[in-house]
């Protein structure tokens, strides 16, 4: 499953969401993790609903992304593209969640993670 990461350097989960220029995108499995992209958020005008879109649209194939902050109008435009905004509240190593996010697929994932891992069939990450 893809899963993108607000960073600077790709090391630590630094960045608010909306204010991000670019995403480190990995694909992450129980067994295996690799650093795949870092996609690039280009100008898309002034309006904030704008950047929110363009983030989002950059985002359209990740289940998952990690940022240290997040608003709630585009916390919103994620789940209703079935990607689930995940917030650390405080710098974070992006190894630290692969890590977790790994522990976690081998065992029995919550069912917002599954839904996450098979976010093509899934109608929302806000059923159950």
Known sequence: MKIAFTTKTGEMIDQHFGMSDSFHIWEIGPDEA?????????S???DEEDKICARADLLKDCAIVYTMQIGG?????????????????AEVPVAEIVAKLQ???????????????????????LED
């Open 103 to 125: 522990g976690v697929l081998k065992g029995t994932p919550p069912p917002w993670l599954r839904k996450a891992m098979n976010k093509d069939q899934a109608a929302s990450f």
């Open 34 to 42: 690799r650093y795949l992209e870092t996609v690039t958020v280009g």
């Open 73 to 89: 109008p585009a916390a919103a435009k994620l789940v209703a593209r079935k990607i689930h905004p995940m917030k650390t509240n």
């Open 44 to 46: 898309h005008g002034e």
